[in-house]
């Protein structure tokens, strides 16, 4: 059963930073996935923030993110990460992990098989 954690979330000033942490389980081939983050603020839809494509070096992020977010992630340990620079009070959202087997658009939130539990950030002005 694949299991996804989120960690590192918090509660920063504007321009602070925080890296954000997701530790898969039960995925036997972690390099093979497809892996993502996406936030949502409250009461808005799930948006796409970051993915990067199955073991390669690709990595794409939402224009609102780029320059600002980093995305990383260490097959070895299962782990990807989320750098985030230079935080916005927009960026305030639940942070959500997800992982996918599936070679569907990275930008879709239904493109994603298994999702974390999701982390608090909140960037106060």
């Known amino acids: 059963q694949v299991q996804l954690v989120e960690s590192g979330g918090g509660l920063v000033q504007a321009g602070g930073s925080l890296r954000l942490s997701c530790a898969a389980s039960?995925?036997?081939?972690?390099?093979?996935?497809?892996m993502g983050w996406f936030r949502q603020a409250p009461g808005k839809e799930r948006e796409f923030v970051a993915a990067?494509?199955?073991?390669?070096?690709?990595?794409y992020y939402a224009t609102s993110v780029k320059g600002r977010f980093t995305f990383s992630r260490d097959n070895a340990n299962n782990t990807v990460y989320l750098q985030m620079n230079s935080l916005k009070p927009e960026d305030t959202a639940v942070y959500y992990c997800?992982?996918?087997?599936?070679?569907?658009?990275?930008?879709?939130?239904?493109?994603?098989?298994?999702w974390g539990q999701g982390t608090q950030v909140t960037v106060s002005s």
């Open positions: 990067n494509m199955w073991s390669s070096g690709n990595v």
């Open positions: 039960g995925i036997f081939t972690f390099s093979s996935y497809r």
């Open positions: 997800a992982a996918s087997s599936r070679p569907l658009l990275y930008y879709r939130p239904s493109s994603y098989e298994y």
